[in-house]
């Protein structure tokens, strides 16, 4: 057996309510439990790579534990061991969290994005695999994975977007595309301002565009799902993401509020339950 490699020195104490989007909140029971074992995987491997303090070194240690425990090659770390099990008893691939542990790696060792490709491919990683670990444990059809893959990539890009500042001044990490930033005459040192500069303001304008293509490609995905429960919450976060998207093209994320309060959440997210109800 490998040395234990334990994660919770490093726990930001963050929990699914927390979240920026519902999680699992309106699954049937049953498939409740996978779905949060998942998400404590996700939160543990996530609260390595953004640790504030702690060593490279020691992040990506704490991952690799996580890898090899989820790869079956030692059972030192609690969470992907979790995760491993269910994936054994569900029939489920591993490989979405190890998909998972490549972004969370990517994120200690880079700091910054060349391109909006170069975006894409973080988001491949660091996104999709989460979509589709719940189509997979609902038995949704994996021809609804192109649609699953344009909604998370938009969900993560919103959040780099309104996170950008507090991303770079707590981190150092900058997802904003150097390419798109240069097209615009914006640069890195303007995240650093109390207020976005015009070519900052017009860079994020940019990139909320291009989400929102990404947006459009999902539209059909919450009606394709069989799962009623599952399309429901999807039909939320898509009207979630829509509004924040739209935010972001009017607000500045350095010095306004871009994020949901929860009786916006609400407002939002009644109209799309219902739609999707009607539509089924």
Known sequence: MSEVVAAGPLASGKGSEQEN???ARLFAPRFRMPVKA????????DDIADHPT????????RLEAMRATLAGESDTDAPALALRQICAERGITRQHGLDLLIAFTRDVTKTHYASWDELIDYCRVSAMPVGRFVLD????????????DALCAALQ???????CAKDRANLDRV???????????ASIADLDAPVATPSLRAAIVDLAGRTGVLLAQARPFARAIRDTRLGIE?????RLAHSLNRR????????QRVHHGKAEMLALALPAAIGRLLAR
């Open 21 to 23: 989007f519902p999680v």
């Open 38 to 45: 998942f998400y404590r995987f996700a939160r543990t491997g």
């Open 54 to 61: 702690a060593p490279a070194q020691e992040k990506l240690a």
């Open 137 to 148: 444990v609902h038995g949704e059809d994996r021809a609804l994975w192109p649609a699953n």
């Open 157 to 163: 890009i919103v959040n780099h977007l309104q996170d």
């Open 175 to 185: 997802y904003l595309p150097a390419d798109v930033l240069a097209a615009h005459g």
């Open 234 to 238: 999807v039909a939320i976060i898509q």
């Open 248 to 255: 972001l093209q009017t607000r500045d994320p350095l010095s």
